[in-house]
């Protein structure tokens, strides 16, 4: 069973042995030994997750174990943790931050890492969002879901919603988004851990706050022109805006 698998995984996946690491947004060099970090228990079986924080440009980044592991052993305990575990429902949440920014209607969106809810792409494009999704964990019978993405293909919006925490390689991943957008295209990246929460699971792994975000958009050459805290249903989400320079 995927499950099974998943945890056998990480009964086998010891913590680097190290003292020293650079940095992976600002190659600051950081002794792991003395600089802040946060611990707390995984549920998808990975036990106690340990996090860093940068003392020279904020970002929280771990678990390392996850981190160190090979793009491919990524996927699979991706596809063994989507195995059992259900998203929740968040179409209407998106159609309703999407009217809430209000880009315009009249343009071509992307749903980068749209999950697997089919959902999200028929509510959007009955209101008028002509988007289309691509996820590369998982995959979807919809007219509108892309199996494959390459830079050939622009969009005027791509968004994404509670993925920035999942970066494995911040400039890498993020540059596959930004490379999608049209010349005058937007960037939006929705998630409520712009703030350090919901750090009870190893997928999430970098936590862009303080000064990270001034250093993440100098490095990726964009810059935040919207910012927004909505709350909803005793939760929040965190709304950002960004355009290339």
Known sequence: MSKDRLISRWQNIKRPEISEIN??????????????????????????????QCPNCDVIFGDLRFL????????????????????GETSNFILSVLNTINL???????????????????????NGYNTYGFDSYVEMNHPKFLSIINENLKFDIVYSNNFIEHVINPFDDLNKLINLLNSNGKLVLISPCWEYCISFTH?????????????????LKIKEIYSKKINFENDFT????????
């Open 203 to 219: 997928y999430h792994t970098f936590f862009f706050v303080g000064r990270s975000i001034e250093n993440l958009c100098n490095k």
């Open 68 to 87: 160190n592991m090979e793009i491919d052993e990524i996927s699979k305990d991706y596809e063994d943790a989507y195995s059992f575990f259900n998203e």
């Open 104 to 126: 315009g209607k009249c343009k071509t969106y992307l749903d980068y890492a749209c999950g697997k809810n089919e959902n999200n792409l028929n509510l959007l494009n009955q």
């Open 238 to 245: 965190i709304v950002k805006i960004f355009e290339k320079i």
């Open 23 to 52: 940095c992976k947004l600002c190659e600051f060099n950081i002794n792991l030994t003395t600089c802040k970090n946060y611990k707390d228990n995984d549920i998808f079986e990975a036990g106690e997750l340990i996090r860093y």
